[in-house]
């Protein structure tokens, strides 16, 4: 479910497991966002680096880590190759706030800074959506997301959309 939280994109989800269960899947970046990020993502104070194609890099430094309830990443740098300002994420924030609740755990996405007026808006959180909503409950359900697979891989679903709505944006556009 998507809300607008002073216009920034959050979604939140319930699972049937403990919030230790949920914190450790979010902190296991390489499970369900990208098999391709680079460095430590587990720990406080911690830069790793995404990357998928030539579409979207970026360095990410982990600026809080409470277990089993808060992680939260300041995008440090970061270049989309489908907007006029390539930088749009860089000084935002990734928030995941992690609650217990009715023996489960509610896990709360929210990132600071990505507001409908950037252009990347649709297409970042058609893929946040896919990521979230999708790849991280379904590791944390699971034990196994949908992270964009090595470079020579196949593109997960939720990725193949974002890419096939900005081609449709690009062309509306007349580019």
């Not at 277990?67 to 489908?82: A, C, E, G, M, T």
């Not at 996405?109 to 252009?119: D, K, S």
């Amino acid at each position: 479910m998507m809300q607008a939280d002073q216009q920034h994109y959050t979604t939140t989800f319930v699972v049937d497991k403990s919030p230790q269960d949920a914190f450790a899947a979010v902190t296991d970046v390489r499970g369900w966002w990208s098999e391709d990020v680079k460095g430590v993502t587990d720990q406080a104070g911690a830069v790793f680096y995404h990357h998928y194609k030539d579409v979207h890099r970026c360095t990410v430094q982990i600026t809080e880590l409470v277990p089993d309830q808060r992680v939260v990443w300041r995008v440090l740098d970061n270049h989309f190759n489908f907007t006029a300002d390539q930088s749009e994420w860089q000084g935002t924030d990734v928030v995941f706030e992690i609650t217990g609740k009715d023996g489960g755990s509610e896990v709360r996405f929210t990132h600071v800074g990505l507001v409908p007026q950037y252009e990347c808006y649709d297409v970042c959180t058609n893929a946040w959506a896919g990521y979230i909503d999708g790849s991280l409950r379904n590791l944390i359900n699971t034990g196994t997301g949908q992270p964009n697979p090595k470079e020579d891989g196949d593109i997960p679903a939720h990725q193949e959309a974002a890419t096939e709505a900005r081609a449709g944006r690009t062309e509306r556009a007349g580019v």
